[in-house]
């Protein structure tokens, strides 16, 4: 049984779904772990994960805009310090999360034929984003 | 450390709770591993996992009303070419989630007392889902 | 590779969230694993595990206040014998969830500088809450 770990460091530019399969995938490809677990951590309290459709973009213009009523900007909150996204930048996090564990089976993890990864940034601003990948196997 | 890695396929036929703790739990059980780490994921964008309350059947009345009003049908979306029922099944899986990670000790996962496992499904008609089981122990 | 297992047992007093962070790094640190994976599981389906800022407390009250308008009490409840706050406990459970999963390094989890750990009680009277940690690694 073996361990790897990585630190993907993201550049975001704006409020939004960030495509990191393909990365993520690519670095799991490469440490020779035919079976095992993958984890993938957001290392940020107003950015996280998500899993969804990777086929449609309308699907990802939805889930921003419900995002967006669920959790929306207003005048209703006490932390406003950071600017008015940054409150509801939190909430969003909750609401997606900032972990995922998936299983690692052919030396892939086993995602379904439409899921895909995805960074999401709930600020307006450029950030710097830290995503630490664990994968245990052998 | 061994591992081992099952998939269960389930057929929904409508929207709702299905209890998957049983079969869950007699896979985790016939693997011989006494303490570890079983990790569920549901490899859908249109059906996810939940934790919650395995006693009285009106808990599982509310969810579903609450889930409803949360992520309502409607015309708001722009993605509907599959349906009403699709873009808010979306939503709610974000809303629960689609992977679970357990610590097992004495060979079964350490849920409380009340906590069941339920695939929940958010299309209307009927899908063949499939839910990945890993285990990781000795 | 090894394995340890614990269980944190919380006094909750009230509503609200609970800095977990001490003890869990506590707990890890004195396991003499430097690289692995730590899993926390909440064994209860009306309280919950959350990951957010640990510097202004305004923003746990406005998470708070959110929790409380996105699953309010009221009369549109189904399940309602244990009480007002009991059926919203349950969805607002469902809404940070039960489980965490996080990499450790260094022989710590790896979370972000703002990043902090709480279980967040959903009920009003005392309760007696069992968190399961498991870490695994070397």
Redesign the interface.
């Known amino acids: ?1 073996r ?1 790897a ?1 990585h630190t993907l460091s993201i550049n975001t530019r704006r409020k939004g779904l960030l495509p990191i399969s393909r990365p993520v995938l690519d670095w799991v490809g490469a440490q020779g772990i035919e ?3 993958l ?1 993938i ?1 957001c ?3 107003s950015a996280s994960l ?4 990777n086929a ?1 973009p ?2 990802q ?3 921003e ?2 995002f967006d009523r ?2 929306p900007e207003g005048p ?4 406003d ?1 950071e600017g008015p996204d940054d ?1 509801p930048a ?2 969003r ?11 690692v ?1 052919g030396g892939r993890p ?6 895909g990864i995805y960074l999401f940034e709930h600020r307006a601003r450029p950030h710097r984003r ?1 995503v ?3 994968l ?3």
């Open positions: 049984m361990q770990l079976t095992g677990l984890t951590w290392r940020h309290t998500l899993v969804q459709e449609d309308d699907v213009t939805d889930i805009s419900w669920v959790a209703h909150y006490v932390h310090i409150m939190h909430l996090s909750i609401l997606s999360g900032v972990q995922l564990t998936i299983p089976s086993v995602l379904g034929t439409w899921q830290e630490v990948l664990h245990l196997g052998e």
